[in-house]
C-alpha cells in the first residue's frame, strides 16, 4: 500500500529498478503538494478542490528533475494495448497504468467513483485475469481483463487512452542536494507565488468564502450533506496520506533535513505536520456537520472560519520556508 | 498527528498515513478510514433515498434512463457526452422524455456502455424484496444476488437471481 497512487506506484516502480527513494521524497521532488478551488469548469458537477498537482505532472517533474527514464505509451487500439502491456509483464517488467477507478472492482463498493485518474502497477497475469498492486488495496489484487481495459479505455475528463508507462533507467545517484531546494521553491511558488485567485493560499480563501454559496447548488439537503462530507474524503480518505497531503509533505521536509543536515527543515516539518493537523480536524468538522444536517449559514460560516485559519498558517509557513530554503 | 491519534480500527477499508511516530520520527502507517468506520450507513441511507425518488420519478415517466443513470453516476452532460462520444446537444434531448422516445438503440448501447449496465438495465428495475432494507448497501453483504452476465449478443444479457450463500 501506499499514501498517493501516483507517487505510490511510482515509487514501487523505481524500487523494483533498485533506486532506494521513498515515496514522500518522490512527492517532494516533484513538487506535488498544491492546492486548487475549482468552481467553474463543464468538467465538474460541482465545485471540488484539488490538494496536489495535475495527475501526471509529479511523474514528468521526477523526470525532468532526475536522470530517470520512463517509457511512456498511449494506445487508440485497445488490443494493441492490451498486447503490450502482455508482453511487457511477460518479460517480468512491472508496468504503471492509467484507469477510471470505478471499474477497480476488488475497492469496496462505496469508495468506488469515476475518476480517470487513477493509477495501478500491473505485475503478471493467470489465465483472463491481471495481477496488480494498487496503493489502496493492503493485498495483490486480481482484475479481468475485460474489466482492465474498460478502466484503461474509459473515456471522459482525463480520459487515459490506454496511457501506461515503465521504467527504463535510473541514475546511480540523485542529487539531494541540489534538488531538495529546488522542488520546495516550487511547491512555495505554487502555493503563495503569483497565482490565479482561485490556486495555492489564495485558492483556499476562496474555497472559504465560496463554500457559502453551496446551498444555491445542490438539489436538497442530503445533496449538500453529501457535498460537505466529501470534504472529508478529499482530505484523508482518497489517497493524501491524511490531513491533505500535509503530512507526506511534512515527512518529506524531515528526509530533507536530514539529507540536508539542516536543523531549520526539521522545525519546518514539524509546523507542517500541525497544518496537517488543522485541516484534519477540517475533515472532521465537515463530517460531523454533513452527517447531523446542520448545515445553516452558520456552520458553513464557522467551517469556512476554519479554512480561513489554514490559508493564514500555510501562507505564515510558506513565507518561512522561503527564508529557509533560499539560505540552503 | 500522532500516530497514537492516527488508528482507526476498520478493516474493510484500509489507509496509509504519515504520522509522527512514539519516537519521534514521521512515517507511515496503515490504518482504517474514519469516515467510512462512522458514517458509511449515512452515505448509504443517502445514495438509497435518491435512487428511490429518481425511481419513482421515473415510473411516473417525469425523466429518462439516461437522466437517471446520469446522476446515479455523477456525471454531467459534458463527461456523460464524453464517454459516450454522443453530442453534448443529443445528450440533453435524451432527458427529454418525449425525444427519449425517437432514441436511436447504438445510442443506447453507447450509454449502457458508459453506465456499466446491460443495454436491457434501461427499460427495467430489478428490485428484490429481501434485500429493500438495504438495498444499495455492498452487494456482497444483500441476503439475495442479482447477477447479470452479458452473452456474445451485446442486447443480450442473463439476469440470475440467487441467494446469498455467504
Partial sequence: ?328 | MKEKDAYIDYEPQQLIMYVEKEDGTFGPIQTGSYITKNYLDDFWEKMMKLRNSLLEKLKRNEITPIYFYKLIHDFNNVELSRRTGIPVFRVKRHQNVKSFRKIKLSDLYKYAYAFDIPVSNLFQAIVVEDNENKAETDALNQPIIVKQKRTENPFVVITKIESNKK
Avoid at chain 1, 465538474?44 to 532526475?66: C, V
Avoid at chain 1, 492509467?98 to 477497480?104: A, S
Avoid at chain 1, 439537503?221 to 470534504?231: A, F, N, T, W, Y
Fill in chain 1, 1 to 328: 500500500m501506499a499514501a498517493h497512487c501516483e507517487s505510490g506506484s511510482l515509487t514501487a516502480l523505481l524500487k523494483h529498478k533498485g533506486l532506494e527513494i521513498t515515496e514522500p521524497m518522490i512527492f517532494g521532488l516533484g513538487s506535488g503538494l498544491y492546492f486548487g478551488y475549482l468552481s467553474r469548469t463543464p468538467n465538474l458537477n460541482f465545485p471540488m478542490f484539488i490538494l496536489r498537482t495535475k495527475p501526471g505532472k509529479l511523474r514528468k517533474k521526477i523526470a525532468k528533475r532526475t536522470d530517470i527514464k520512463f517509457k511512456i505509451q498511449r494506445f487508440r487500439d485497445q488490443n494493441n494495448a492490451e498486447l503490450e502491456l502482455d508482453r511487457l509483464i511477460g518479460e517480468g517488467i512491472p508496468v504503471a497504468c492509467q484507469v477510471d477507478f470505478y471499474y477497480m472492482d476488488y475497492i469496496p463498493q462505496w469508495e468506488r467513483v469515476h475518476a480517470n485518474i487513477h493509477f495501478i502497477t500491473v505485475i503478471g497475469k493467470e489465465g483472463d485475469e491481471y495481477l496488480l498492486s494498487d496503493s489502496y488495496y493492503p493485498k495483490i489484487a486480481r482484475i479481468h481483463k475485460d474489466n482492465l481495459r474498460k478502466a484503461r479505455f474509459a473515456g471522459g475528463y482525463l480520459a487515459p487512452k490506454g496511457f501506461m508507462y515503465y521504467i527504463e533507467s535510473v541514475p546511480k545517484k540523485i542529487d539531494y542536494e541540489k534538488l531538495i531546494p529546488l522542488s520546495v521553491k516550487n511547491t512555495i511558488n505554487n502555493m503563495i507565488g503569483v497565482q490565479p485567485p482561485f490556486i495555492g493560499v489564495r485558492g483556499i480563501r476562496t474555497f472559504a468564502k465560496k463554500l457559502l454559496g453551496w446551498p444555491k447548488l445542490t438539489r436538497d439537503i442530503d445533496h449538500l450533506s453529501h457535498e460537505v462530507m466529501k470534504i472529508n474524503v478529499f482530505l484523508e480518505d482518497q489517497g493524501t496520506g491524511g490531513g491533505g497531503f500535509r503530512f507526506l509533505y511534512a515527512t518529506f521536509l524531515r528526509q530533507a533535513s536530514e539529507i540536508l543536515n539542516n536543523i531549520e527543515l526539521d522545525d519546518m516539518s514539524k509546523k507542517m505536520m500541525e497544518i496537517g493537523d488543522g485541516w484534519r480536524n477540517i475533515s472532521y468538522f465537515a463530517a460531523k456537520i454533513g452527517k447531523n444536517r446542520d448545515l445553516g449559514p452558520e456552520k458553513l460560516e464557522e467551517l469556512g472560519q476554519m479554512i480561513n485559519e489554514r490559508a493564514d498558517a500555510e501562507e505564515a509557513f510558506y513565507t518561512e520556508l522561503k527564508t529557509v530554503v533560499s539560505n540552503i
